[in-house]
């Protein structure tokens, strides 16, 4: 009745659980919980199983010192909310605060903890300084539950070392992900497609060389995209470029062509001469890929490129997408972005949306979670995998 996965009876044990509960905020105010509810399943396990649920996750990156702005206390109100109980908040992770508040849960009772990274020894790259802090974790609980996917490849303190102190188990959302993502990387059913988008071309080099080899086309957008076409030769004005990428891109091409992967890119480009220039509102202007005017900054993708990925993406069996095609929070320029998740809700197949600002994309844009196959909670953590590494958190784990 109240065993958990690989943990057994966890009635009246102190349970530490690593979430990734790293969701934007405006202010105090959360404006995407999806992070939040595909945390709640684990979390309401184990306390519905007896234990004394302790949480830990992190807010964006704080330098390893306490800063207001990335405390967890909104994010323990919305948790309560989302779990129809209250969660006891300690206002530090291993100290005087921490102490009373797990030593003050009732079996079934749901802590968290304040932002792990405003502990030095959460991200050190020295592993005694790690291990250290982690033993301090490792302090408050009994066993622990890794269910924080957005994170398993960082090799971090809360994510790694504790597991090697610990009683420890996969939660629920970690192991869905990884199954979703060796459906991925195992046999894909083809026609498979890879949709990149995202600012930098750099972010996704190990990713875009590893689907080389294994998408059957890989479609590019995002801010990223103009480094390709610069690699084409074209003149692409203001827009976002990395010249130090431009050999790697020209590389990608020519294995592309020689592998038989189609690598799409846009057309036409929506751009404007202005933007982001305070309140001007912004001059959206379609023009052609190849002929980007000098003063001119792209920003999306056009309409007749969002056609040709979608045409692309009605054919395919697998799909996955991480990065937004341009930059969505601005209605003139989301257009591109509300194209492929459009055509992502259409795939006879599997679909995965990865990554956080994908999925706060698409669910600004009013798609639902139900629209897609699958959406990740983790950006970095699906690439990585999907590049093949070894990630740290995953693979401690498996000893
Ligand atoms: C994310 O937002 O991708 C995860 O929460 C990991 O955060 P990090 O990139 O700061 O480690
Ligand atoms: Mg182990």
Known sequence: MSDFPGLGDVAGKRVLVRSDLNVPLDGSNITDDGRIRASVPTIRALAEAGARVVVTAHLGRPKGAP????????????????????????????GESATTTVAGLADGQVALLENVRFNAGETSKDEAERLAFAQQLAALADAFVSDGFGVVHRKQASVYDVATLLPHAMGGLVSTEVEVLERLTESPVRPYAVVLGGSKVSDKLGVIDNLLGKADSLLIGGGMVFTFLAAQGHEVGKSLLEADQLETCRGYLARAEELGVKIVLPTDVVVDTTFPSGDVEPHPQVVAADAIPADSLGLDIGPESGKAFAA????????????PM????????????????????????????????????????GFADSDFGHISTGGGASLEYLEGKTLPGLQILED
């Open 326 to 365: 341009g930059v969505f929070e601005v209605a003139a320029f989301a257009e591109g972005t509300r194209a492929v998740a459009q055509a992502l809700t259409g795939v006879d197949g599997l679909s995965v949306v990865g990554g956080g600002d994908s999925a706060a994309a698409v669910r600004a844009l």
């Open 67 to 94: 800063e207001a702005k990335y405390s967890l206390a909104p994010v323990a109100g919305r948790l309560g909310e989302l779990l129809g109980a209250p969660v006891a908040f300690a206002t530090d992770t291993v």
């Open 312 to 323: 692309v993406l009605a054919e395919a069996h697998t799909v996955f997408w991480n990065g």
